[in-house]
């Protein structure tokens, strides 16, 4: 079964960087679209970044220029550059994947903060 696994959240102050990581087993990696959604509190899940098979990205208008997402096929593993973090960036980040079915990680808690 498919299965992915976040990591790398946690706290950091405004300007900061972190690095998510989603490490996926379960499937075959390198032909599913790769993606990483965000849930602040009371809003509504948001797409920040996908990556295609094909390595083509596309991200969201708040996140261009900031973050970069990237991905490792000899690994199954997929990657979220988060520089010049600010207040708004705070929600939980998820990991995605889809192919023919939508599969989601557990997410992991970004919170940034003086």
């Known amino acids: 079964q498919v299965q992915l696994v976040e990591s790398g959240g946690g706290l950091v102050q405004p300007g900061g960087s972190l690095r998510l990581s989603c490490a996926a087993s379960?499937?075959?990696?390198?032909?599913?679209?790769m993606g990483w959604y965000r849930q602040a509190p009371g809003k509504q899940r948001e797409l920040v970044a996908h990556?295609?098979?094909?390595?083509?990205?596309n991200y969201a208008d708040s996140v261009k220029g900031r973050f970069i997402i990237s991905r490792d096929n000899a690994k199954n593993a997929v990657h979220l550059q988060m520089n010049s973090l600010q207040p708004e960036d705070t929600a939980v980040y998820y990991c995605?994947?889809?192919?023919?079915?939508?599969?989601w990680g557990q997410g992991t808690q970004v919170t940034v903060s003086s």
């Open positions: 995605h994947a889809s192919r023919a079915y939508d599969y």
């Open positions: 990556i295609s098979s094909t390595y083509i990205t």
């Open positions: 379960g499937m075959t990696f390198s032909m599913y679209r």
